[in-house]
C-alpha cells in the first residue's frame, strides 16, 4: 500500500511511501482487538480500593446493652455493621486486575486495528512535525489542514518531541505518542492516526 507523505500544511510533498501489507493489509481479527483491548482497561485499573471490616475498627467489645427487655434486637458489639461507625459488610479488598495476553495475539490485534483504519482512510503520513516552541494553536492549525481538529487524533512519532507534546497537551481529542508505545486501544478510540515518515519505518521493525 503507498501513501502520500505530506506536509504540515496538508499538501502533498510530492513523495509517497510504502506501507508493509502485513501491518496495514491483512485479514483483520476481531476478537483478538477485543481481548487486548480488555487487556489494556484492566490493567490501567490500580484495584487499591479498601473499607475497614468490623475486625479493623477500633471500639469496645463489651455489649452495649442488656441482652433481654429492650423491645430491640440484641446487639453484641459497637463496631458491629449495623451502626453508625462500625465496620462494612462485603466491602472492596485490594485484588489484582492486571490481564495478560500472548504477545503474538497483541501484535494480531495492534496489525488489525491498523488494517481497519487503513481501509476507512483514516492513515496520514507526514513529514517530520518540528515545533520551535510549544504552541497550541500551531497545532490546532496542523489539524485544522488535513479537516480533523474536530475529531479523536493520534501522532504516532519517531521519538519524543517536547514541543510538540506541551501542544497538544491542552486538546481533548489530541494525543501524541511514540511509535514504540503503540498500543490496539488508542488506535480503535482515535479517528484519524498520523505518523510521522521515521515512526514508519520504526513501525516496521516493532512488528518483525
Known amino acids: 500500500m503507498k501513501l502520500d507523505i505530506n506536509k504540515i500544511s496538508g499538501k502533498a510533498s510530492g513523495k509517497k511511501i510504502t506501507l508493509s501489507d502485513k501491518i496495514f493489509s491483512i485479514e483483520p481479527n476481531d476478537h483478538a482487538i477485543y481481548l487486548d483491548v480488555k487487556s489494556y482497561l484492566a490493567n490501567q485499573r490500580q484495584g487499591n480500593s479498601k473499607v475497614k471490616g468490623r475486625s479493623e475498627i477500633t471500639g469496645s467489645t463489651r455489649k452495649i446493652k442488656k441482652q433481654k427487655g429492650t423491645g430491640t434486637a440484641r446487639a453484641g458489639s459497637i463496631k458491629s455493621p449495623l451502626f453508625k461507625g462500625g465496620g462494612q459488610i462485603f466491602g472492596p479488598e485490594p485484588r489484582e486486575y492486571k490481564n495478560k495476553i500472548n504477545k503474538k495475539v497483541k501484535d494480531l490485534a495492534r ?80 479517528d484519524s492516526i498520523f505518523f510521522d515518515e521515521e515512526s514508519v519505518k520504526k513501525l516496521n521493525e516493532i512488528f518483525k
Open 111 to 190: 496489525k488489525s486495528a491498523l488494517t481497519h483504519k487503513a481501509k476507512e482512510k483514516s492513515v496520514f503520513i507526514v513529514d517530520n512535525l518540528e515545533m520551535k516552541k510549544p504552541k497550541t494553536k500551531d497545532f490546532v492549525t496542523f489539524l485544522s489542514n488535513f479537516a480533523v481538529d474536530s475529531k479523536k487524533t493520534l501522532l504516532f512519532m519517531s521519538e519524543k518531541n517536547e514541543n510538540v507534546v506541551l501542544s497538544s497537551n491542552n486538546l481533548e481529542n489530541a494525543l501524541v505518542k511514540e511509535v514504540k508505545d503503540i498500543n490496539t486501544y488508542d488506535i480503535i478510540n482515535a
